[in-house]
């Protein structure tokens, strides 16, 4: 090849990495995201692919895994061209073959959970006379909130059946019943996982129903993000002061848990996602399923705006019942292009990335048996002390937010690397300030910090007769290489 053939071959790599880079800006799929997601949890490869396209990434033979010799521009090349993330958009929520914005049309749904798209369904199904029963959740009279799988063959029944009940429904034993029963065409309301049982039941080659020609299922799936033990959670509702006879709907929206009474619009009472993990079903740590990929029609909330529906119609069929529902006056829709896709994906990756629970094998080494392994995060309170200290307006490599949670009385702040190299032996310095006096010294050491990697860290507020006292609180960081980093004085306030 001659020298101009090379230089030629060069500069159209350039020009395809450059477009690339720039098209990939900005979207924080970032070196420290394949650290933390496909390093650092054991699932790498090795393939090397992240190193060999990028310039500013180098294969580590001896560690086996890629290293900085340069900036990162968190541009995410390295993270989307990995085998192992999953980036694709069908990857992430499945194929479907139209997708709509709904919301229902019959005066009686309205004020349904979201925008009542399922129940509506249900009730143009009923009245078009195209299932004979259809099977869904219901609340337990006997036990409120406690879920029950019930055949329905009325529209009367459809729209006593609205309301998500957010725990594990055993809906294919009813399924399972209704054909029994002799009922030839049903509509079949549940979860992922409901659904996934029920599409093997038909296409696996042992399902028992892979050769019943007797009847037809349409499955209408739930976008579901997790599922709660009711023996768990419902408890911790009632010792909170909750009555849930006195609850008419439950809603999780915007990583909130909402509780509603009757004839109020907002919630008497809220929890965050974080707040409850504890009682999340343990099956739920491994789904990867958010939009009910199987379905012949899934349909949630996320993505499509207060009081409406986001569904996609994955089959033939799903796709002319939504339309001809539409079109007879049961639901309102907008095409494909009024949902909000990225909001859609965002959720959908959290549930994929789940499957990354895999523990990255010990190397075993030989050294000091009274050496310890020196843990990547520790925080410990700094000795008391009244001083006077200058207030820094570095802000060189880190972001820092915050929010405040009176009720748990701590500040959470979100510490962000925002430069493009690994930082090392960061100290988070946090102290309440009044004048040029601190007070209640934090100390946390962070071990490591991946470019555009971000970390929680919590600051416990001062407490004076059960109330928690706001004022001005001093951040800091350091590193012994590069010094202060960044200081900032946050003012804080309560919640308007």
């Known amino acids: 090849m001659t020298e101009n053939e090379s230089d030629k071959v060069g500069a159209q790599y350039n020009y395809s990495f450059e477009y690339i880079q720039k098209k990939l800006e900005g979207k924080k799929d970032s070196f420290g995201m394949l650290m933390k997601e496909i390093i650092r949890t054991g699932i790498c490869t090795e393939c090397g692919t992240c190193?060999?396209?990028?310039?500013?990434?180098?294969?580590?033979?001896?560690?086996?895994?890629?290293?900085?010799?340069?900036?990162?521009?968190?541009?995410?090349?390295?993270?989307?061209?990995?085998?192992?993330t999953i980036t694709d958009p069908i990857q992430l929520m499945g194929e479907f073959k139209s997708g709509f914005v709904a919301n229902t049309n019959i005066p009686e749904v309205i004020g349904a959970q979201d925008g009542g798209t399922v129940v509506s369904l249900l009730y143009y199904l009923f009245e078009e006379h195209l299932i004979d029963a259809a099977i869904v959740t219901m609340k337990d009279p006997k036990k409120p909130w406690h879920p029950v799988p019930?055949?329905?063959?009325?529209?009367?029944?459809?729209?006593?059946?609205?309301?998500?009940?957010?725990?594990?429904?055993?809906?294919?034993?009813?399924l399972m019943e209704a054909i029994r029963q002799d009922f030839r065409s049903i509509a079949f309301v549940g979860t992922p996982c409901n659904i996934d049982a029920v599409d093997k039941m038909f296409h696996s080659p042992t399902g028992m129903l892979k050769y019943f020609m007797r009847c037809h299922v349409l499955k209408i799936g739930l976008f579901c993000m997790d599922s709660f033990a009711p023996?768990?959670?419902?408890?911790?509702?009632?010792?909170?002061?909750?009555?849930?006879?006195?609850?008419?709907?439950?809603?999780?929206?915007?990583?909130?848990f909402h509780l509603y009474q009757e004839n109020q619009e907002e919630p008497i009472k809220s929890y965050t996602i974080k707040q409850l993990d504890k009682f999340k079903s343990s099956s739920c740590n491994f789904c990867t399923d958010l939009t009910a990929e199987k379905a012949d029609i899934s349909v949630g909330s996320v993505g499509s705006g207060a009081n409406k529906n986001t569904v996609f119609a994955r089959t033939g069929m799903g796709t002319e019942i939504m339309e001809d529902a539409a079109k007879k006056g049961y639901l309102k829709i907008e095409p494909f292009n009024a949902i909000n896709v990225n909001a859609v994906l965002f959720l959908a990756k959290l549930k994929k990335v789940s499957q990354y629970t895999v523990q990255k094998r010990k190397v075993f080494i030989v050294r000091d048996i009274a050496e310890k392994e020196e843990a990547r995060i520790e925080t410990k309170q700094e000795a008391e002390q009244t001083s006077v200290k200058p207030i820094l307006g570095t802000r060189k490599a880190l972001s820092v937010s915050k929010s405040l949670n009176e009720k748990e009385k701590t500040l959470t702040l979100?510490?962000?690397?925002?430069?493009?190299?690994?930082?090392?032996?960061?100290?988070?310095?946090?102290?309440?300030?009044e004048d040029l006096f601190e007070s209640r010294p934090w100390i946390t050491s962070?071990?490591?910090?991946?470019?555009?990697?971000?970390?929680?860290?919590?600051?416990?507020?001062?407490?004076?007769?059960?109330?928690?006292?706001?004022g001005n609180v001093l951040v800091e960081a350091s590193t012994k290489i590069h010094g202060k980093i960044f200081s900032r004085t946050f003012k804080l306030a309560p919640k308007e």
């Not at 009367?156 to 059946?161: G, L, N, R, V, Y």
């Not at 959670?233 to 909750?242: H, M, S």
């Not at 071990?447 to 706001?470: C, D, M, N, T």
């Open 51 to 84: 190193a060999a396209v990028c310039p500013v990434l180098e294969w580590d033979y001896l560690s086996g895994q890629p290293k900085l010799i340069g900036k990162c521009t968190g541009c995410g090349i390295c993270y989307n061209q990995c085998p192992r």
């Open 150 to 174: 019930q055949i329905i063959t009325s529209k009367e029944d459809a729209i006593k059946s609205a309301g998500s009940i957010y725990s594990h429904s055993q809906t294919v034993e009813a």
């Open 231 to 256: 023996e768990a959670l419902y408890p911790f509702f009632e010792k909170d002061g909750i009555d849930l006879t006195k609850i008419t709907k439950m809603d999780i929206n915007k990583g909130k």
């Open 414 to 433: 979100l510490i962000t690397n925002t430069i493009g190299f690994v930082l090392e032996d960061i100290k988070i310095r946090v102290a309440t300030v």
């Open 446 to 470: 962070i071990r490591e910090l991946f470019p555009y990697e971000s970390l929680e860290i919590s600051y416990p507020l001062e407490v004076k007769e059960g109330q928690v006292i706001l």
